[in-house]
Structure formats: C-alpha cells, structure tokens
C-alpha cells in the first residue's frame, strides 16, 4: 500500500477516534411537557409532549408513566406507550406528540373525578445517529389536581371557616341537652386537639343558617376540633399538671375552635372527592379499640404498604355480645365485654374499659390559621400547623401514636 494511502487511513481513523466520544454523546433530544393541566371543566384530557433531537436521531418509543393519589417508591404497570414505528428526524427539528389520550391506554383519567391528584413522567427512548448506543431521556415527574387549581382549594376552605366558625366557635361544645359524640371523652390529644363530632345546630342549641353550599357542605365535618384552657400563667401551673389536666376525663373550658375534620367510610383507593380537597390529603383513621380513659388501642394490620387492606367490620358496644380480645399489649388491662361501660367494674380487674371499636375510615384535617383564625387562610395537614417541623410538641396532649396514618396506595 502507498505510503499516502497508508496516512490517508491513518488520518481517517485518527478523526474517528476523536470523534467518537463526541458521536456517542450526541443524538441526545431534549424534551419539554406541554400538557395543559389541571383539566378544568370541560378541557380535553390530554398529554402532550414536545421533543427536541438532532439529525439523525432516532425516537424508538415515548411512554408516559403516570399514577393517582400517591406517586409509588416502585413503579410497575402504570404506563402507557405511544403508538408506532420509529421515528427518524433526518433533519433535525421537532416532533410534537399532540392529544396522547387518544393514543395511549389511559382511560382511568379520562373519566377521574375531579379532585383526584395526578402524577406523571415522560420517558424517551432513542438511538444515537449511525446506530451508536441507545439511552433514555426522562422529564422531571409533574403533578396536578384534576379541575382544581391552588386558589380553588383555598377558596373552598375559606368558605368553610366563614360558613363553621359562627357555628362551632364556642367555649363549651357540650350540647346541653342534646350532647354530641366524644370518642376521646374530654382528652386532648397531642397536636390534634380536643374532637366532638358534629351534630347539626339544632342538637347543639345553636341557632343560625346552616350551610348549603355544596363545596362546602358535601360533607358536615365529621369532628370538630378544639384547643383547650390555656395554662395558668405565671407559675401556678406547671407543664406536668397542665398536661395532667387537660388528658383527664374532664372539659377544660373555655374550648377554642382551632380546626375541623371530613370523613368516610374507607374503601381501598377510592378516597372521597369533596371539592378541591386532593385525593392524596386524605389519610387513614386506623381501626381500633377507644377505651374509657380517652385514648385508643390502634388495632396492628398486617399489609406491605398502608391502605392495602379493605375496611373491616365496624362493631358498637351496643350492638354485638364480645368483642375480640385486643392482642397482646403493654398498655393496662381492657376488658373485651362489649356490656361493660366505662367506670363499671369488671372482673379482669381491668383499669380500663372498651367503649367501642370501629374499622378503618378516610380522614382529612382542616386547621384554621393560628394566628388569624377568623381571617387567615385555613391549610390542611395531618397534625396542627407547625407540627411536623418542630420536636416539641405545639399542642401539647395525650400521644397516641399511630392514629392516623398517611394513605400510600396508588392506581
């Protein structure tokens, strides 16, 4: 061979050699959701995705991975994949997969309530110009709440504090003669606050105009929630008999109202659509035994992820001859006969007695701003505001842990 053949093939394996690296990292698209959310009214329910790619690129497959209520820490079996072959852009430029709905398996959302909180992923394959390597390209996952935007939600919740306060605002919700349901007694629980259930005005001798909004009234709040009697001031009360008094079996007026609580009946991944309140807001109330002191025996479940289990059997004292025995515990002793009420004796000399036991239900918390309740915006959280960030606990309480617990399950 020619000495200049020999350099001209030399040079050409030189360039390709630099080249290479080049030519492997290139081909990459970028790619940008467009998809119009939240779905308000009547707008099509679409994704739609924007792809940017070099010549010669060539787009293999594009997936949308997508979830209600929860985005899971393992995902399988949610996605659905654009339709056709390859598609190679010879010239560089955009592809824009326009109203993926209707070509994709996606006919859960189509027909999703309104409040239900979606989250969702773009995936792109592809493979590099000249077939060298094939890689992913993903977006960063996104969510929304169908219907809803975030200045819906606060509306509703401000309509709620306007339409409830009036009603619930008082410093003994006792009832008079007609009382309302008290699961924990007069107790009040640790960053929850003491609950009453909720009871039309008429049972609570209260006069006025009861809410008929829809948005606000779909549901009657399910519990009303209170802050106690404040400490005595200066010294004569300490932390340890403040807290004493306020998890005994007596009120501890005056009560002031500080949030509200919605609930239903708990049914595996359907959590309620009330409004604008999200789908991934409501927890569960775990099933479980509240006993005469105030506080609950949390009934241990055996599933892999929260919520998995369907609601079990909801029994009254009342209603059934025994109850299950509870498993075996460090809490006192608590009798298991159904017929025994709180303060009666029983022969297991038990300190405590079952009032009565209930199966799982949905929950959601609304607290009223602490520091402006009649005028501020209302949020909804698990515990009281402030209490997730901070060690101490911002109402101080009766613990119970496990009480509730946030609801992991996703479709």
Known sequence: MNNWLIAIVVGIAAVIGALAPALLMSGAPTIADTTNTPWLQSAARNFALEIDAPRLTSIDKVTLRYTRHNWPADFADRNAVSPGDSTILSDGGTVTVAKLKTQVAAPDLKAAPKSHHVYYQWE????????????????????????????????????????????????????????????????????????????????????????????????????TLYRPDAQKPDGHESDAQYLARITDTAKDTPYKIIGWTFGAPYIVNQPPAFGCIPSSAWFIHVSGYHLSDGSMFVEPVNESVPGERDNFPMFNCGLVPQLPAPPNTEEPPVTTLCAVRAGTATPQGATRTVNYYHGRGWGVHVWLDPDDPAGGQPTISLEVPGAADSEAPVLPGLAVPGLFIPNRMWD
């Open 124 to 223: 792109v394959d592809y493979t590099r110009p000249f077939g060298l390597g094939n890689d992913t390209v993903t977006t960063e996952r996104r969510d929304f709440v169908i219907g809803c935007t975030g200045a819906m939600l606060d509306e509703q919740l401000r309509k709620q504090r306007d339409h409830y306060l009036p009603i619930y605002d008082v410093p003994d919700p006792s009832g008079g003669s007609s009382p309302p349901h008290r699961s924990h007694h007069w107790v009040t629980l640790q960053d929850m606050g003491f609950g009453v259930s909720s009871l039309p005005p008429a049972a609570h001798g209260f006069t006025g105009l009861w809410p008929t909004d829809l948005e606000v009234n779909g549901f009657l709040p399910t519990v």
